[in-house]
């Protein structure tokens, strides 16, 4: 790389120069990027489908431009394989990129936008600017053509950077996981006719001769409970009182209460007496008054 013809003195060509040496020194196996020749502000890239996902073991080729005032601003990133996430030759609307300026932040370097897009790749494009909705399985034949051939795109000097990029790649990735085929109900069922026909003498029959009784054994079982039963001593059952209906219930009165009683009524008998004694008496005493002989039994009194 020809850094003679750039000034050093510049933030961008320093920072930029500074994440060559260091995508060189730590490679990824997730993803390769590398600037051209003639111009470091345009790097070419390839990322490795997200494990576990439809992208798994395809290798997407993309450009990245850089602007004059990175990494004071964000990058720009188009995909040139195709995915079935994301529009081929398009400008992609990610939060890392340069249709999100608000969120750039300049710490961040190619490497991390480059996890970012790796990780944005099986999340739900929301109808996104540049973005796909392409099923699973389709997204899953692309990725396994996108190991055949690095996409023709460019001069031939970016086509060979994008050459040695497939090939680092292609050596990394592993096999795209070849997607598991049940067979089918009527397999099921001819597998199973087999697996009994297979099988010894039809045990249903030895499992029901198991559960036969021996006759002998019942014989005798019943004959000793018979013999039981006759040398035991008969058990009477408990008579049980007869029913007694609620009309029938008589009340029962000890000898203590029945005098107790008695007495009570001699008492309110003789109350009653006197009280009708003392009535009468009243009864005369004012008739007597109202005809004048009350005065006479005062004086002689």
Not at 48 to 61: A, L, T, V
Not at 224 to 234: G, V, Y
């Amino acid at each position: 790389m020809a850094e003679d013809k750039y000034n050093l003195k510049n933030p961008a060509v320093k920072r930029i120069l500074q994440e060559v040496k260091e995508m060189q020194s730590n490679p990824s196996d997730d993803f390769m990027s590398l600037p051209l020749e003639e111009n470091i502000f345009e790097w070419q890239f390839a990322i490795r489908g997200p494990r576990d996902s439809e992208f798994e073991g395809g290798i997407y080729h993309g450009r990245i431009q850089l602007p004059a005032e990175y990494p004071f601003k964000p990058p720009s990133f188009m995909l040139l394989t195709p995915n079935g996430r994301f529009e081929t030759q398009t400008k992609i609307c990610l939060s890392i990129s340069n249709h999100h300026p608000e969120h750039w932040q300049p710490s961040w370097s190619v490497r991390t936008a480059l996890v970012a897009l790796i990780a944005f790749m099986p999340t739900n494009p929301n109808g996104a600017l540049g973005s796909l909705e392409y099923t699973k399985e389709e997204r899953r034949v692309l990725a396994i053509k996108s190991r055949d051939v690095a996409p023709k795109y460019g001069t031939p000097e970016r086509q060979k950077l994008i050459d040695e990029i497939h090939e680092y790649m292609l050596s990394k990735a592993p096999p795209v996981p070849q997607a598991t085929s049940t067979p089918a109900p009527e397999e099921q069922n001819s597998n199973r006719e087999d697996e009994v026909q297979e099988s010894p003498e039809n045990p249903s029959d030895e499992a029901a001769e198991e559960r036969r009784p021996n006759p002998s054994v019942a014989d005798t079982t019943t004959e000793e409970r018979r013999e039981l039963a006759l040398d035991a001593d008969p058990v009477q059952a408990p008579i049980e009182p007869p029913a007694v209906r609620p009309s029938e219930h008589r009340i029962l009165h000890t000898p203590q209460q029945t005098i107790l009683r008695q007495a009570d009524d001699r008492i309110f008998t003789w109350a009653a007496v006197g009280l009708t004694i003392a009535i009468l008496a009243l009864l005369i005493k004012k008739f007597m008054k109202a005809n004048g002989h009350g005065a006479v039994f005062m004086d002689e009194s």
